[in-house]
Each structure stands twice: as structure tokens, then as C-alpha cells.
């Protein structure tokens, strides 16, 4: 049985000390979420080490929201995989789509940090999604495709137990703009099928795959309730504990 899971995405908000109490409040509130449901934070990288020590022990896991395509050397700026699981991260998310669009992420350079992150030992979620033009040309479905295809048809069934996908239409990141249900529920079908052609029906069914998009509350409910869906990649409404242990609570 695939797991079900709720991940913050805090992205470039909150201090560290906004930071630390945030995660507090979420640790407080983790026991009304059922059991099965998994509840990741991922936070600036400035802020794991103090998060890491909040979370330490119990069923919140920590993740970074990016690596580096490197495992160490002269690369300016950039935070290693290795780096991460020496703090407490047990995840991070790659390929988001702000990510692709401002820091010129390619799935060439998501395939190296894919393997770096699984030597690591770290869970990755890599985020795959379509833009408005995208979409508007019908040509969503093949854009995830493609995005999957180019990254996860490197790694094997084994690699696939540590990987989640995260769907993220562009168009509904951050706009307000929630994709339905059944258009959530088309792309995931899809996604799931893809991964059945390479690596067979059990991995892919066991492959956990979120939703992202201006998930909230007042949504998720329906968006979970559909037989792909398995939980959610949160932006915004992760940044208010309350509304992220409510999304959590929404299976
Ligand atoms: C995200 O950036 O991963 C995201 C889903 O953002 P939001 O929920 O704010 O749309």
C-alpha cells in the first residue's frame, strides 16, 4: 500500500526563529492527523539545523527543498546532499517549477541530483507539471510524460521505493487557481501509467504521487478523495499550521 503524505513547501519564507515556532506549531497539532499520514516541512536550508532539533524523534520529517547536482568541490552557493543528511533531512524536494522557470533547472541536471540525494540515503520528491500554454494546447499530458520519463526512466524499481512525485501544474501554483479533481486525477492516472511501463504495476502502484497547487483546506478533501492522489505538496497554506494540519486531516 502506497503512503499517503502532506508536505510543506515553506519556500523563501519565515526567519529561522518564525521558522522554529512554525514547525513547533505543527508538531503540536501532528497528533490530530491519522496515523498513516505522512507530514513532511520543507524548509529553507538556513533553517534545517534549528528544525531538525523541533522535530527530532518524531513522526514530522524534515526536508530541504533542493540540492546540488555535485557531491562537493568549488561550487559557490550550493548545499550537497551529504550536507543535508548530516543535518537530520530525510528528504528533498527537486525539480520544482521555480525551480525550472528562474534557476534554469533541467531534467538533465534533476537526474544528478536524484542520484546524489539517493546516495545520501535521502527520500526525494521530484515535481513535474505543465504551464498555462502548455495546458491550453492540450499538450499537458505529454509534458508530465515527457518530464518523468526524463528523469525517473534513469533509476531503477529499488530507487522508485525512496521517490514521490509531486504534480504541480504552474498555473496553479501560488494563482489561487486549484486544478479540479479530474484534472488532478487525469495527470496522476497518467503519471502512474508511465511508471507501469517501466517499472511494472507494483512500483507503480506503490509510488506515492502529490498534489500541488493552491491546495487548501476548503480542498483537499476532494482532491484526495480521487484513487491517484495520494496527498498533497503544500505551498501557502503551509505556512499557517493550522490550514496544513487541516489539509493533513482531509483523507
Ligand atoms: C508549491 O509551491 O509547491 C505549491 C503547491 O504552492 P501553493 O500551494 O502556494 O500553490
Known sequence: MRKK???????????????????????????????????????????????????KGSRVELSAQNCADKVSGAYTGEVSAAMLESVGCKWTILGHSERRQYYGETDAKLVEKTR??????????????????????????EVCTEQIKNVLYNFSAEDMKRIVVAYEPVWAIGTGKTATADQAEEIHAC????????????????????????????????????????????????????????????F
Open 116 to 141: 546524489l540525494a539517493l546516495e545520501q540515503g535521502l527520500g526525494v520528491i521530484l515535481c513535474v507539471g505543465e504551464n498555462l500554454d502548455q495546458r491550453e494546447a492540450g499538450k499537458h499530458l
Open 5 to 55: 503524505i502532506v508536505a510543506g513547501n515553506w519556500k523563501m519564507n519565515t526567519t529561522v526563529p518564525e521558522g522554529v515556532e512554525l514547525a513547533k506549531a505543527v508538531l503540536a497539532k501532528s497528533a490530530e492527523v491519522p496515523a498513516g499520514v505522512g507530514l513532511i516541512v520543507a524548509t529553507p536550508f538556513t533553517h534545517l539545523t534549528e528544525v531538525a532539533k523541533v522535530v
Open 191 to 250: 503519471i502512474r501509467k508511465v511508471l507501469a511501463d517501466k517499472f511494472g504495476a507494483k512500483v507503480a502502484d506503490d509510488t506515492t504521487i502529490l498534489y500541488g497547487g493552491s491546495c487548501k483546506p476548503s480542498n483537499a478533501k476532494e482532491l484526495f478523495s480521487r484513487k491517484d492522489i495520494d496527498g498533497g505538496l503544500i505551498g501557502g497554506a503551509a505556512l499557517k499550521a493550522d490550514d496544513f494540519i487541516a489539509i493533513a486531516q482531509s
